[in-house]
């Protein structure tokens, strides 16, 4: 009796559930029903039940409701969770539904669920013959359409066997739904049906229909709307629509007449797709299918190339050719007769010949590439350019001697070079296509860098530097050309600086003995050396930009290191630290050792900066323990620390400064200030210490010793060092060594307000509990923001507020081990950003300062998301901030404020008149970075709405004018970008 009436009460819930939809509810009751069905599939059979009267309603929208409701409830069912009669059945009632004109997009709803989650297929063949007769698809409106091509789609991809029993039928069919069909969505589906039909049935009969249509779309063009969410693109479409016309080789005479068609068309675009369509056709189908209309395809390629001036048009012309040529050369030799490749390729190699001798550079160079495009396709066909067309072009070259001539030679040159490399890349065991001339070849490229005028060695060095990445040269040949390289570099500026630097970079990684025997000592002998143009600066950057191998970095990083203990100069002392920056982050990225550069950097780092401590008069050390070297070289040792930390080669880092990190060796306030400068090279180490590190005295008694070290020092830079390394040592220690711990600090630092050095510690302390999200954080996150109305520390309270939102560069993050606490940042500036716009209105006038620049310092580190989200209240004191005195953080809100143009431009436009009064006035601050971040956000403030900027548009304009003749190269040209936008602001069209 229970169950009975358990399954009473079920059945009155499914009934109530159904009419409630029916009747115009929400999903709600279409996931119950779901449910229901899943933990009892007998209750499908009621549901069908109770639609009943919904189904046989004379009204068609509640039959429409009521189909789908089944078929809502059919797509949230697990597949194969219906049994196979039950799918016979429902198919049978789906179909029989398809006559019900209202009840269509909701039954094609329900067989797309069926056919995609369940066995469908004894009865897959019955369905389709019933989609195809009963659905005039160009009736129906576009998301019912969409359903049926999608309903093809997936029947082709799970029941092709069944389908193709149907023969011709399918393919008549198909081609019914597709004719005239406009709507994009659609038309992504069908293209993608096309090929699968193409491949999978007999097109004997109907192959003209299919191609017919699908070409009617050709050209395709679709231009989507502004923030479309369906995000079709015009390439989707283009690439969808030329897979089908190459979809088969029975749409060969089809696809040649179409396109000798659109190729006489006089638009580029057109032009360019139609040589796309036929590089597809060779690279699917070979020469056979190619072979009737090759010639005339040749001749449009020809004519294209020598005529028109559209390079997106000549591009694709050539490349069809490569795929045309590489089609003709796979064709074994008749016994009789010239090859398809020969005889397709002779007049080309002919004209391009006589051309060398034209004395035209425009004749030399068209022709030149489409050698080279030829010659690219095949081995065959490149040895056919060597054999004949290389030869004449290298001879031809000293009998012209104009650069305009002789550039055209060399550009053609290197074309051939770069078809080479890919030939060599594709085979790479066959035989060079350049080995027969390369001896020439290089003698002539070398020649023209060392005695070439400048215009020729730009290209010459182009084309050399694509020989020695073409694998095609001995180990001579290697030597030769890396000498010409290196000299070019040291003697040349711009362009062809960059492209030899970059040509030996690339040989730095294949051949690195040759760039370390003749490349660095040439470099390393030339950096006092007045006669080159390159600077001690340049080559130091240059030594960098080389060492990409660990052999390289054997000899370029013991020259670096020493130059860094020679004091030479404060600007090559901070190159040198910065390449030795440079080339342990390229290692990093190249997935490099890093444990090599634990002798060649760290220790000899550290054995540097322990020798230079003590010379306190030596200028060496003053260059050494400059800012801005001592925090690029602390950079560094975190690098090797952080990709260390965990391996055994960390060890050798621990047992090198081991000596350094005791208590008090190094953490003491009697030593001279270069020896406490040292703590920024040791603290990156503490940083990636592990949890319990071992440091010869207790951690409460080191870290004691680290406080009162960073409370008592005077330079900046150390004290937050040593904050960084307390942090790191707080954030991963204990529960219980905190709990004993945090009251000392408190003691030492929360009542110790007059003192700015205590605060900063104290901001390094509560960035670490906040990154672990312990529960005392928040107590001392309290007190440093209670502490900006302080007179005493104040403005370092505001300052600690940077130090807790940005991101160390030396440790304090997972990199080093440290606990990190997700979203910490935001939940930060959620909690607190209420409290510093509450204090900044209840402040007096220091108090309000220190308010605004704390705010100012969090916004330059919360993600954007959530400034977006309180944008309305805080981009008043945003637009206050820029009137405070700090350039960097000028800069910083600038660039803010830059982002925010276009991501909130409503909430900007409000305060539009304010903005571009604070930006007028910054364009003529006296730093650079001042001035070009502001004109950069005034440029960017045209896009704002018009009526709000157009009564400020003529007084812009004037005072941007004296700009245009600011003594800054960078800052004009930041004026004229500026100046052009806003003279659209008052422009007619406009």
């Known amino acids: 009796k229970k169950k009975k009436k358990k399954t009473k009460a079920g059945s009155e819930k499914m009934e109530l559930l159904v009419q409630r939809f029916v009747d115009g509810g929400g999903n709600a009751a279409v996931r119950q029903l779901a449910s229901a069905v899943e933990a009892n599939p007998g209750a499908l059979v009621d549901l069908v039940g109770f639609l009943g009267p919904a189904l046989s309603n004379s009204d068609g929208n509640t039959r429409s409701r ?13 597949a194969n969770s219906l049994a196979a009669s039950d799918v016979v059945f429902l198919l049978a009632f789906f179909c029989d539904r398809l006559k019900d004109n209202p009840c269509v997009q909701a039954v094609l709803a329900g067989l797309f669920a069926l056919i995609s989650r369940h066995d469908c297929s004894t009865k897959m063949a019955e369905v389709m013959h019933t989609v ?42 198909f081609i019914q739904q597709m004719d005239t069909e406009k709507d994009p969505r659609c038309l992504l589906v069908c293209f993608d049906i096309v090929p699968k039909v193409a491949a999978n049935f007999s097109l004997d009969t109907f192959a003209e229909e299919l191609f017919e249509v699908s070409s009617c779309y050709f050209p395709i063009t679709f231009k989507p709307p502004p923030n479309d969410p369906i995000g079709i693109t015009n390439d989707q479409l283009v690439v969808g629509l030329r897979n089908c016309l190459v979809a088969s080789p029975l749409f060969a005479p089809f696809c040649a007449e179409l396109l000798q068609e659109k190729l006489e068309s006089s638009v580029d675009d057109t032009k360019a797709e139609c040589f796309r369509t036929l590089r597809l056709w060779a690279q699917r189908w070979g020469w056979d299918v190619l072979a009737p209309s090759a010639k005339i395809m040749l001749s449009f390629v020809r004519l294209e190339c020598l005529h028109s001036i559209s390079a997106p048009v000549t591009d694709a012309a050539l490349e069809a050719l490569t795929a045309v040529v590489c089609a003709a050369a796979q064709v074994p030799p008749p016994p009789e007769g010239e090859t398809p490749l020969l005889l397709h390729t002779e007049v080309l190699l002919s004209a391009a010949i006589t051309s060398l001798d034209s004395e035209d550079p425009n004749a030399v160079r068209v022709h030149g590439r489409i050698a080279a495009a030829a010659a690219g396709g095949h081995y065959t066909a490149y040895a056919l350019v060597a054999k ?29 070079i770069l078809g080479s490399r890919q030939l060599q890349q594709a085979s790479p065991e066959s035989e060079h296509p350049l080995q027969s001339q390369k001896e020439r070849v290089l003698g002539l490229l070398l020649d023209t860098v060392e005695r070439g005028s400048e215009g020729l060695r730009l290209t010459a060095v182009k084309a050399l530097c694509a020989l020695t990445t073409a694998a095609c040269l001995d180990m001579p040949g290697y030597v030769r050309a890396v000498r010409a390289l290196t000299a070019t570099l040291l003697h040349n500026t711009d362009e062809t600086q960059k492209e030899c630097l970059a040509g030996l970079a690339a040989l730095a990684q294949s051949v690195p003995l040759v760039v370390v025997n003749q490349a660095l000592p040439t470099l390393i002998s030339s950096v006092d050396n007045a006669d080159v143009v390159l600077t001690a600066k340049g080559i130091v950057q240059t030594i960098a930009a080389l060492s990409l191998h660990e052999q390289v970095c054997a000899v370029s990083l013991p020259y670096l290191m020493l130059q860094l203990g020679a004091g030479a100069s404060g600007e090559v002392v901070e190159a040198c630290a910065t390449a030795v920056q440079d080339i342990l982050l390229a290692m990093v990225e190249l997935g490099g050792s890093i444990s090599i550069f634990v002798e060649l950097v760290f220790v000899s780092l550290m054995q540097l900066a322990a020798k230079l401590s003590v010379a306190s008069d030596s200028e060496a050390a003053r260059l050494f323990f400059g800012d801005n070297v001592l925090q690029i070289l602390a950079g560094a040792v975190s690098i090797i620390s952080k990709s260390l930390r965990g391996s055994e080669h960390f060890a050798q880092v621990q047992d090198t400064v081991s000596h350094l990190i005791t208590v008090p060796s190094v953490f003491s306030l009697t030593r001279s200030d270069f020896e406490q400068r040292v703590v920024c090279l040791v603290a990156p180490v503490i940083c990636a210490w592990p949890s319990e590190p071992v440091l010869g005295v207790s951690l409460d008694e080191y870290c004691m010793a680290v406080l009162h070290f960073a409370v008592g020092c005077s330079s900046s830079i150390v004290r937050a060092s040593a904050g960084v390394a307390l942090a790191s ?81 030396i440790g304090l993050d997972s990199a080093s081990g440290c606990a990190v606490r997700l979203l910490y940042k935001q939940r930060f500036f959620l909690e607190y950003s209420p409290l510093l716009i509450k204090g900044f209105h209840g402040s007096d006038a220091a108090g309000r300062t220190n ?23 805080l981009l008043p004191l945003l637009l206050e901030s820029l009137s405070f005195p700090e350039a960097s953080l000028q800069v910083s809100t600038l660039e803010t404020l830059y982002t925010l143009i276009f991501d909130a431009p409503a909430v900007l436009a409000e305060h539009a008149s304010s903005l571009l009064q604070h930006l007028l006035e910054l364009i003529r601050h006296p730093e650079m970075r001042v001035r070009r971040a502001a004109l950069q956000a005034l440029g960017a403030a045209t896009n704002l709405p018009l009526h709000k900027i157009v009564p400020m ?5 004037r005072e941007l004018a004296p700009l245009l003749d600011d003594k800054k190269r960078l800052v004009r040209l930041d004026a004229v970008t500026c100046r052009t936008e806003w003279f659209t602001v008052v422009a007619p069209s406009r």
Not at 138 to 167: C, D, I, N
């Open 66 to 78: 009521g189909t789908a409701l089944l078929s809502s409830v059919l797509a949230l069912l697990p």
């Open 132 to 173: 195809f007769s009963e659905l005039h698809v160009q009736a129906l409106p576009q998301e019912t359409r969409l359903l049926v091509f999608k309903v093809t789609s997936m029947a082709l991809e799970r029941y092709l066997p069944v389908l193709k029993t149907m023969g011709g039928d399918f393919v008549f069919g």
């Open 388 to 416: 004949s067309y290389l030869p004449a072009l290298l001879d031809a070259y000293p009998k012209y001697p104009s650069v305009e001539m002789q550039t055209a030679y060399l550009q053609t040159l290197h074309a051939l």
């Open 729 to 809: 040592l707080l954030n991963k220690s204990t529960e219980s060594f905190l709990t004993a711990f945090l009251p000392r600090v408190s003691a030492e630092l929360v009542g110790t307000e007059s003192s700015p050095e205590a605060m900063l510690v104290l901001c390094h302390v509560t960035k670490a509990l906040l990154m672990r999200g312990h529960e005392t954080a928040s107590a001392y996150a309290q007190h440093v923001v209670a502490s900006l109305g302080s007179l005493g520390c104040g403005q370092a309270a505001a300052d600690g507020l940077f130090v807790i939102m940005s991101d160390s560069k």
């Open 851 to 873: 308010h605004l620049r704390g705010l100012a310092h969090c916004l330059r580190c919360v993600p954007k998301q959530v400034l977006l989200s309180e944008l309305p209240v």
């Open 953 to 957: 548009a003529k007084r812009v304009l």
